[in-house]
């Protein structure tokens, strides 16, 4: 059975697959000019190479710059404010897990940020309040430190809908499972449904 490890930086997880896993970080670090970006990184092993291969055309260690999130800092997203305000009462876990091959395809394909408890995103909480990674936890299917939220963003680089959530278990593993919307209304409008099923492949 052959195992994967992908790492992408700043907040150290793994995901897995019944057949392969992950290892991701997102952090903040300098480019070139001196400002200060969100990096993805993400390390394959010498027996996981192909996955490499597929994110950057390289064998051991792919680095990409997250997109920028027009509207992400601030309170003007809906989205956002949702996932920081609400996310206990709009969204209740699944426990489905998806496929390692679409998670590859959603990384190769998708513009999408990693938010997690200590977001800069987070405008509504404090940052060491841990009410908001409590409502994190919540989503996974057991205990884990450090849960990540996939979110996808629109053409053009606005919030559009959570994808999935990242969850690591206690022997370093992480897993990304599906969540479901509790109710399709936020305030009375319609916003989003992130309800997902194993089955079908991430767009």
């Not at 999935?164 to 206690?170: P, V």
Request: net charge neutral; hydrophobic share 35%.
């Amino acid at each position: 059975m052959k195992t994967v490890s992908l790492l992408l930086v700043g907040a150290g997880i793994v995901l897995s697959g019944v057949a392969h896993a992950f290892s991701v970080n997102s952090r903040y670090t300098t480019n070139a000019a001196g400002a200060y970006v969100k990096e993805i990184q993400v390390l394959c092993d010498a027996n996981e190479g192909e996955y490499c291969q597929v994110l950057c055309k390289q064998e051991k260690e792919c680095r990409r710059v997250e997109p920028y999130c027009l509207n992400c800092a601030g309170t003007a997203s809906s989205v956002m404010r949702s996932l920081f305000t609400q996310i206990s009462q709009n969204y209740i876990p699944t426990q489905n897990e998806i496929p390692v091959s679409s998670l590859v395809k959603y990384m190769v394909t998708t513009s999408y940020i990693l938010i997690g408890a200590k977001s800069v995103y987070n405008y509504y909480k404090p940052l060491n309040s841990g009410e908001f990674l409590s409502n994190l936890q919540a989503l996974c299917p057991s205990e884990t430190e450090d849960p990540l939220l996939a979110i996808k963003l629109t053409s053009e680089q606005q919030p559009e809908k959570l994808s999935f959530i990242l969850c690591k278990d206690t022997n370093g593993t992480s897993r990304a499972y599906d969540v479901a919307l509790r109710s399709p209304v936020v305030g009375g409008t319609p916003v989003f449904d992130v309800k997902m099923n194993l089955n079908l492949k991430l767009k």
